[in-house]
């Protein structure tokens, strides 16, 4: 065990964040620490790296151990490159490397005992550099930067001319580099684009140390935790397993847990129901009756109610008028920015009900495609018109259209008057907005609250094609997942922009990569879009004239062209498959065939070895017994293959 926390509490102007909290970290274990905003996520990591005191309780590392960690937004400060920043990591082998130098010079003047003395300091200094990763530390660092999505281009760059996001990739890099038995990490996919998340992803899973992440990506904590901690009404409950599996038993737990607490409140009412009776007959007996239930009554420890239940903040996206079938159609769009060709001959068609999702490397134009489609922006060629009765919700990060003299609540009720009260604070605590919140004015929010409450203002909304830029954008857990199921009943279009993968996975049933300057379509969720990525770029890559490769990705998006559900190499593919698991099952039921008729001879046989007249012909039970040897080597042969038929998917 390498970090044990107990019994850990702590509170701010005597309001209690956290009591009772405990929980352990194994040596190489991968935990994800969850719960709402403000839930005390931060808090905890901070007394646990000592930069708070715990009001109660203790915090044990184990003994030599060492800990690195990350801060939300933590940046370096530093008058070095970025590749003289991550080098500085390794002074320790730098130094190695220049007395192992010095040694080499000296070698030259000595002789005799003092030459065999230095000889014996080289091989030592030589070794310590070897096995402390002299031979590859500056490899090391290049893969650890170019993983974090810095181009080679970047390596000399002032730290003091890069972004804030930048420096927090620079100051990630330098934690990784250190290697200490224990990474704490606050939202560290903040600023990463997407093959930057899974090069983390892969990093964090290879990782000989130990991991505590917080993060909103739940597709990022899906595939490193091994255990996840929730955070949740100040205390802590430990399960284990990936992040689907916590939410499956969170799940089971939160529904076991409202079950039993409106079983009490019926009970509880019931019993208040008779009593009431029994004193209504006004008789000694009943009387007495009634209030030894009502002592009774008392005694009860009533349940409290569940917290996160949503049913009461349930969003439901309604379009006000069907569209046609036909709801966006574009062809050879092409979008430039100073000289800097973003895409080209980009051509696809939504149709009524479709919800896709544009993914793609940061810089690459996601935002600016989504521009076009809603007029923002003119397209340099192309044109893309949209489909009869199409009615667009647009939300884009950049542009809210909010009132800031208004308060949330105003602006809310403002433009939706037949919202009740209950229903608009309803809706603005799915936004995060609680309590005294909802009476803040648009001028006081930050750029993440406003477009908290533009997006809030947009799912209110009777439009039937909803265009959205990064949606989820800090939005919490809760409130993902309520985004999701709203846009999973949603009977509208939907075109989004996101980074969150797990968000793509469970809302899109279309996934449009633009990637080489032009879209690539699979016809899937993430998961699918993982899987079959390959052979797509397997196809682009054997292109070394930009043009054709662009040819090539068009072809592969036009799948989405009208009377096409899936282009020429899906449908190929998708026979291909379709034949592989008729094969499987065929030859399933072959095995079981075969398993079957060994298992009937085999019972035959020990029939007949039972049989006293045959106990005494030697040669017979010679005969039956190698037989039966034979059969049971076969058996085991089918059984293993049965098991892996049987498993393939």
Request: hydrophobic share 35%; net charge negative.
């Amino acid at each position: 065990m390498i970090l044990s926390c107990h019994d850990l509490a702590k509170a701010f102007n005597d309001h209690t964040i956290l009591q009772n909290v405990s929980f352990h970290i194994e040596d190489n274990e991968k935990a994800a620490l969850v719960g709402i905003n403000g839930a005390g996520k931060t808090t905890l990591l901070r007394m646990i790296i000592g930069e708070l005191a715990p009001d109660e309780g203790t915090v044990t590392l184990a003994k030599d151990k060492t800990v690195g960690y990350l801060a939300q937004n933590g940046a370096v400060d530093s008058a070095n490159t970025v590749y003289g920043e991550l080098l500085c990591v390794k002074q320790d082998l730098i130094d190695l490397e220049r007395r192992i130098r010095e040694c080499e010079q000296d070698m030259q003047t000595r002789s005799g005992a003092a030459l065999d003395n230095l000889m014996h300091q080289y091989t030592n200094l030589t070794h310590a550099f070897e096995t402390g990763g002299g031979y590859v530390y500056k490899s090391e660092i290049t893969g650890v930067l170019k993983g974090l999505g810095f181009e080679e281009a970047d390596f000399e760059k002032p730290i003091s001319t890069l972004s804030g996001g930048q420096k927090t990739r620079v100051a990630l890099g330098k934690l990784l580099l250190q290697k200490p038995d224990l990474i704490i990490l606050d939202e560290p996919t903040n600023h990463l684009d997407m093959n930057s998340i899974a090069w983390l992803e892969t990093y964090l899973l290879n990782y000989r140390g130990a991991v505590i992440v917080v993060s909103h990506d739940r597709y990022f904590l899906d595939r490193i935790a091994t255990k996840v901690i929730e955070i949740d009404r100040t205390n802590a409950a430990t399960f284990i397993g990936s992040y689907s599996d916590y939410a499956v038993q969170k799940e089971q737990l939160r529904a076991a847990a409202m079950n039993a607490y409106l079983n009490q409140q019926r009970e509880i009412k019931h019993q208040e129901a008779v009593i009431e009776k029994l004193r209504s007959f006004n008789r000694e007996k009943s009387v007495k009756r009634a209030e030894s239930r009502a002592k009774m009554l008392e005694k009860i420890e009533v349940l409290e109610k569940p917290s996160e239940v949503r049913s009461d903040m349930r969003l439901k996206l309604v379009p006000k008028i069907q569209s046609g079938n036909d709801v966006l159609t574009v062809e050879d769009l092409g979008k430039s920015f100073d000289g800097n060709l973003l895409f080209e001959n980009v051509s696809f068609e939504l149709k009524r009900g479709e919800h896709a999702a544009i993914i793609g490397d940061n810089g690459t134009g996601k935002t600016t495609l989504l521009k076009i489609l809603n007029r923002l922006l003119p397209p340099d060629q192309g044109r893309f018109r949209l489909g009869t009765n199409v009615e667009i919700g647009y939300y884009d990060q950049e542009h809210h259209v909010l009132h800031g003299e208004k308060t949330l609540f105003d602006e809310i009720s403002d433009d939706y008057p037949t919202l009740t009260g209950t229903q608009i604070r309803n809706v603005l605590a799915a936004f995060l907005f609680t309590g005294d919140d909802v009476f803040k004015h648009i001028c006081d929010l930050s750029g993440g609250e406003r477009g908290r409450v533009s997006l809030a203002k947009l799912m209110l909304g009777n439009a039937n094609f909803l265009i959205l830029d990064e949606p989820t954008n800090h939005l919490d857990i809760l409130s993902k997942e309520i985004l999701e199921d709203a846009l999973n009943s949603y009977e509208g279009t939907v075109l989004y922009v996101s980074h969150d993968r797990y968000f793509i996975n469970r809302t899109a049933d279309r996934i449009l990569d633009l990637t080489a300057h032009s879209l690539i379509n699979y016809i899937g969720n993430y998961d699918y879009y993982l899987e079959k990525r390959d052979v797509q770029m397997a196809a682009l890559s054997g292109r070394s004239d930009s043009s054709e490769g662009a040819k090539d990705a068009q072809t592969a998006a036009s799948a989405a062209l009208p009377g096409a559900s899936e282009n020429k190499l899906d449908w190929q593919a998708q026979k291909q498959e379709q034949a592989r698991i008729r094969k499987r099952e065929n030859d399933l039921k072959k095995c079981e065939k075969k398993i079957e008729a060994l298992e009937a001879r085999l019972k035959e046989i020990d029939e007949e070895m039972s049989d006293p007249a045959i106990g005494v012909q030697l040669s017979r039970l010679q005969e039956l017994t190698k037989e039966q040897t034979q059969l049971g080597q076969q058996l085991e042969t089918l059984y293993e293959e049965w098991e892996i038929l049987a498993q393939s998917p």
